[in-house]
C-alpha cells in the first residue's frame, strides 16, 4: 500500500517552483501558507462537504427502506459512511485554520464513542427536530453514526434512524461551514504576522498531529484493547481503526515531503530545500522513510490492530520523527516545535 509512495525519495532533491529560494521570510510563509490552504485545507474540505451530502441521501433511503430493500439500503449506507469518514481523516489531520478555530473535530470527531449518550439522545431529540444544537458533542457526528450503522443495528422507520438522519444533516452543516471559512480565508489572505503565525500554527500542529497518532490513537488505544477497556480512539464498530491509522500517516507524510515525485503542493521538505536547508530535508525525508517502511511491516503482520513488534515499532519510528521536528526542524526553521494543544477533540 505505502511502497508506491517511498519510490520518489530516491530522486534528487530540486527545491519546488512554489517557493522561490532565498525567499524574505514573511514572503515565504505566505507563499507556504497560501500553499497549503490551496492545495490542501480547501480541496480537503470540498471533498469532505461532497462525502458529507453524499450521505444524507442513502441514510434517508434507508430509513424509508421496506424488508425487500432494507439490506442493499444499509449497505449503500455503510459504504458511504466510510468514504465520509475517510474524506474526514485525510482533510482533519492537521487541525489548522478553521478546523481549529471551529473545534469542529470535537462535534464531528468525539472520541470515545459514548453508546449511552447515544441512546438517551435517541429517546429524547424530536423526531421533527431541524437541528441538534441543544446535544452535546459524544451522540453526534460521525462516530455515533458508524456505533448505529453497524453491525447493522440501523433500521427503517425506528426512532434510531430518524436520528441518524439528523446526525447526517448536522454533519453536512459543519463541513459546508468548514469549506466557507477555509474559501474566504483563503481570498483574505494574511499580512505578515497573520503569515509568521499561520506558518508556526501549522508547524505545531503538524507535529502535535505526529504525538497524537503514535500516542493517543495508537498506543493507548492498543493497551485499552488488549485489557479489555474502551479505547480512546475508536473506528472498532466497522474495524476500520488501522485504515485510520494509515489515512492519519498518509496525510502527515504528504505535508511533510509531498504526496510523490509527480506533484509539486507544498510541503515542509520543500520549503526547507527552497530556503537552502538542503541537509535538513534529506533528514526529514530518512525520519518519513523510517515511518513508512514500520507502517509496512504493520499492516503486513497477522493482527496489525493488537500489541505487536511491529505495532511498538511503529510507535518508536513516529515518536524519532517528532523528536527530529522538535529538536532538528524547529531551530533550523526559527520556531519552537512542542506539543501544540488544538483543543479540538
Known amino acids: 500500500m505505502l511502497r508506491t509512495l517511498l519510490l520518489w525519495i530516491t530522486l534528487g532533491c530540486t527545491a519546488p517552483a512554489w517557493a522561490a529560494p532565498a525567499d524574505q521570510p514573511f514572503e515565504a510563509y505566505t507563499r507556504f501558507v497560501r ?20 450521505l444524507v441521501g442513502p441514510l434517508q433511503q434507508l430509513c424509508a427502506a421496506d424488508a425487500a430493500t432494507e439490506p442493499e439500503a444499509l449497505a449503500r449506507a455503510q459504504q458511504q459512511w466510510l468514504r465520509t469518514v475517510s474524506a474526514w481523516e485525510r482533510f482533519s489531520a492537521v487541525r489548522g485554520g478553521a478546523l481549529l478555530a471551529r473545534r469542529s473535530p470535537r462535534s464531528l470527531d468525539f472520541m470515545p464513542t459514548r453508546p449511552e449518550a447515544i441512546a438517551e439522545a435517541v429517546r429524547t431529540v424530536a423526531p421533527d427536530a431541524t437541528t441538534l444544537e441543544s446535544i452535546s458533542a459524544p451522540p453526534k457526528g460521525l462516530p455515533a453514526l458508524e456505533w448505529l450503522l453497524w453491525p447493522g443495528k440501523l433500521r427503517p422507520h425506528t426512532p434510531a434512524c430518524h436520528y441518524a438522519e439528523q446526525l447526517a444533516s448536522d454533519i453536512v452543516a459543519e463541513a459546508l461551514a468548514l469549506q466557507s471559512a477555509y474559501a474566504a480565508a483563503l481570498q483574505a489572505g494574511w499580512d505578515d504576522q497573520e503569515a509568521e503565525y499561520a506558518m508556526y ?16 490513537d495508537i498506543d493507548r488505544t492498543l493497551q485499552k484493547i488488549n485489557t479489555g477497556r474502551f479505547a480512546t480512539f475508536n473506528r472498532s464498530a ?17 505535508l511533510a515531503i509531498g504526496a510523490s515525485a509527480a506533484t509539486d503542493a507544498p ?19 530518512q525520519a518519513v522513510a523510517e515511518v513508512d517502511h514500520a507502517m509496512e511491516r504493520l499492516l503486513a503482520s497477522r493482527d496489525p490492530a493488537a500489541a505487536s513488534v511491529p505495532q511498538r515499532q511503529l510507535i518508536t519510528a513516529l515518536k524519532e520523527l ?3 521536528a522538535e529538536k532538528d526542524l524547529g531551530p533550523t526553521l526559527q520556531f519552537t516545535i512542542s506539543f501544540f494543544d488544538e483543543d479540538g477533540d
Open 267 to 285: 510541503s515542509v521538505h520543500g520549503y526547507l530545500l527552497a530556503q537552502n536547508h538542503a541537509p535538513q530535508a534529506m533528514l526529514l525525508q
Open 201 to 216: 500554527e501549522f508547524l505545531n500542529l503538524w507535529n502535535g498531529a505526529l504525538q497524537k497518532l503514535w500516542r493517543e
Open 35 to 54: 500553499g497549503i490552504y490551496t492545495q490542501w485545507y480547501l480541496p480537503g474540505a470540498n471533498d469532505f462537504a461532497t462525502q458529507s451530502q453524499a
Open 238 to 254: 466497522r474495524g476500520h481503526t488501522v485504515q485510520a491509522w494509515v489515512l492519519h500517516w498518509q496525510a502527515l507524510r504528504s
Open 322 to 324: 517528532q523528536h527530529f
